[in-house]
């Protein structure tokens, strides 16, 4: 039997109705596409698309139950390392990862392994809800920093091996980036409260709107009978390029915009969230969360967005399938191109701050790639004398984020290298204070989700040994 080449099509909205709406883009595989794909897979005996996967998933056994029709036994193979599959089959980049390993891929398209990964989370998830055996109690106490993806991991692993979990959220909904960074036509929302839903009926206990070092602090939380502490609360704190006007109204980080538009549902004319509805917007920065500011600034109603960028269309760092998205939907992408000034003017009528203005455009200078940095990128040289200006009225910043220092401002004994991430141990995650472990953003900086995951998941492994050793 002939190897069908090219991955089967993933059906998306048309780009012209879904530039104006906030449904997911992409529809999903249906059964029966679903396993055509999986029949592409080779169930190579060395399985090098495992070793892709920051959480180790064992991909050609789930995928040889799809083929069987088996696809509830599907979803319990990617359980036993995934607890969010339906979040990674739709946001995790494959194709960097797992889909890159593909022995498939040395000639053909690679198997289409987050697109199976979906379908079967969707299958299990449009079935009725099922009782699941608790573990049997070990009466230790863990706290979770963070209801993000590291956080959800970790607490998820723990609470299978019997510890009582629970996490600690600041905000009011769980889901950490999930809910509050990526958009609704990316990741439903009901997704991720389906996933959140599996961890409490292991016993998770979720608590909103507790803010660590501030309403409890980490060395409380001991006091309080916890015996270990994860630290998962992500990169929240937005970068800002220090370039004159950034403080001008209509000058957004992207942290902030997408919050109000995803978490705050702003994008619901129901809801009473205050957000600008910009007619011409210039998004800053080439990644993921700047694709996703600049489809959301368009489903908000814009007439035209930019992504501004310093480097060129080779050297994104988004995803290509959004890259592609935003391109069909009428995005334009101003490369090569780095910002020196937002400009703007002073409103007399606006009695709130007479002195600082609106944003009427933002002025850009041409660049060329120069020799490669530190990270092995070539470097943008900027074009003396070619700046420009762009017309817009609003400018939203994605050029990256930083752990938020408030932990680490509270917590005695943590240590944190010059960006603000906590030092941990290669390996476990453990930090510089005895009983605390941390992983995912706030540690590295902004990431993927999968990689979060995957730290949660290392330093569950690390706090279980760490406990079964520890005598009180």
Request: proline content about 5%; glycine content about 10%; charged content about 25%.
């Amino acid at each position: 039997m002939a190897i069908q080449p090219n991955k089967n099509p993933m059906p998306v909205q048309e780009a012209k109705v879904r530039a104006h709406n906030f449904e997911e883009v992409a529809k999903g595989y249906s059964a029966e596409v679903a396993v055509n794909e999986a029949q592409r897979c080779l169930n190579c005996k060395n399985r090098p698309c495992v070793s892709g996967c920051p959480v180790n998933v064992h991909i050609p056994e789930f995928i040889t139950k799809i083929k069987e029709r088996d696809f509830e036994g599907a979803y319990e193979v990617i359980s036993q390392s995934s607890s969010l599959p339906a979040v990674c089959g739709r946001v995790c980049p494959q194709e960097t990862q797992c889909e890159s390993k593909c022995t498939l891929g040395v000639k053909f398209e690679p198997v289409a392994i987050g697109r199976l990964e979906r379908f079967v989370a969707d299958y299990h998830n449009s079935k009725p809800c099922e009782d699941v055996e608790k573990p049997q109690s070990n009466s230790k106490k863990v706290a979770v920093v963070g209801s993000g993806p590291s956080g959800l991991a970790c607490a998820s692993d723990l609470a299978k091996k019997g510890y009582k979990v629970t996490v600690f959220e600041a905000l009011h909904t769980a889901g950490g980036v999930l809910v509050y960074g990526i958009p609704e036509f990316r990741l439903p929302k009901r997704i991720v409260e389906k996933e959140v839903g599996e961890l409490e009926k292991f016993g998770v206990e979720i608590k909103t709107n507790v803010v660590i070092g501030k309403t409890i602090t980490i060395d409380e939380l001991f006091e309080n009978g916890y015996e270990a502490v994860f630290v998962g609360s992500g990169a929240g704190l937005p970068r800002f390029m220090g370039i004159r006007g950034e403080s001008l109204k209509g000058v957004y980080s992207a942290n902030e915009f997408l919050t109000r538009a995803n978490l705050m549902k702003a994008y619901d004319s129901r809801a009473h969230t205050p957000i600008m509805h910009a007619k011409k917007v210039a998004v800053v920065g080439g990644g993921n969360v700047a694709m996703d500011a600049a489809r959301t600034a368009l489903r908000l109603g814009a007439e035209q967005v930019y992504i501004v960028y310093r480097r060129s269309m080779d050297e994104l760092p988004a995803r290509k399938e959004e890259v592609e998205h935003a391109q069909e939907e009428g995005i334009r992408f101003e490369i090569l191109r780095n910002p020196v000034e937002i400009l703007g003017y002073n409103n007399p009528k606006d009695k709130r701050d007479p002195k600082n203005g609106f944003v009427t455009g933002i002025k850009v200078i041409k660049c060329e790639l120069g020799e490669p940095d530190e990270k092995a990128r070539r470097r943008p040289v900027e074009i003396q004398g070619s700046e420009y200006v762009i017309d817009v009225d609003c400018v939203i910043m994605a050029i990256g984020t930083s752990p938020n220092p408030l932990i680490k401002n509270t917590t005695a004994g943590l240590e944190v290298n010059k960006h603000g991430g906590i030092i941990v141990e290669e390996g476990t995650g453990k930090t510089t204070k005895d009983g605390v472990f941390a992983g995912g953003d706030a540690v590295t900086g902004a990431a993927t989700v999968i990689l979060a995951m995957g730290a949660g998941k290392t330093a569950a492994s690390a706090i279980d040994e760490y406990l079964s050793k520890k005598v009180k």
